[in-house]
């Protein structure tokens, strides 16, 4: 469960040691500032989740991370910045903590306190998230209008861009080529 770090307690990573929970997730939600990072590696979808819009990478093969093998990240150097991130993740202006991760505690590599983050786990995605929280947020609702659907995952409704939105060229270019690992 993600909660707010304790103030002025400081968290360390133990290492996942064989843990691969959070590589079975079937989504993980984007901002717009990650596309560059991910559209190589997988499918840029969008879905409503608690009836909210979101854009999400599709990480799963329908088990577990398409790129999860043997146990080990397949791309690690590549991985998505939420994956670098983890267990922390940013929250509007703030971050929090999973404290259901089971490498959180009080050995092992520098975490975070008070809102600094150990190198293992930083990644830009976490500078000025509010303003690409709202940035992403401006272009979901341009995106909705021209949303197409492709079926189902898991019982959730996937969607994908039917039109083009002249002001995100480069974000839907990149959210297009991403959609050849579903065979488009
Ligand atoms: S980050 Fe935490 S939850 Fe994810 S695989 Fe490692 S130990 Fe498991
Ligand atoms: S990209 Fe790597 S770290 Fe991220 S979920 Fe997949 S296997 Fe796990």
Redo the contacts with the bound molecule.
């Keep these: 469960m993600f909660k707010p770090p304790l103030k002025d307690k400081t968290y360390f990573?133990?290492?996942?040691?064989g843990?691969?929970?959070?590589?079975k997730y079937p989504f993980i939600p984007l901002v717009l500032d990650d596309f560059k990072f991910v559209h190589e590696y997988f499918p840029i979808v969008f879905a409503y989740i608690n009836k909210e819009l979101r854009v999400l990478i599709l990480l799963s093969d329908g088990e577990k991370c398409r790129y999860l093998k043997d146990g080990i990240c397949s791309i690690y150097e590549n991985r998505p910045p939420s994956c670098k991130m983890?267990?922390i993740s940013p929250f509007f202006g703030s971050l929090l903590l999973?404290y259901?991760?089971?490498?959180?505690g009080d050995m092992g590599a520098f975490l975070i306190r008070n809102g600094e983050v150990g190198e293992s786990n930083y990644h830009e995605r976490v500078d000025d998230f509010e303003e690409k929280l709202a940035a992403t947020s401006e272009f979901l609702v341009h995106a909705e209008p021209n949303l197409k659907n492709i079926g189902s995952f898991k019982d959730i409704q996937l969607f994908v861009l039917g039109g083009d939105l002249d002001e995100y060229a480069e974000f839907v270019d990149m959210h297009r080529r991403s959609l050849s690992f579903l065979g488009f």
């Design positions: 990573f133990g290492g996942c040691n843990c691969v929970e959070c590589c983890y267990p999973d259901s991760c089971p490498c959180v």
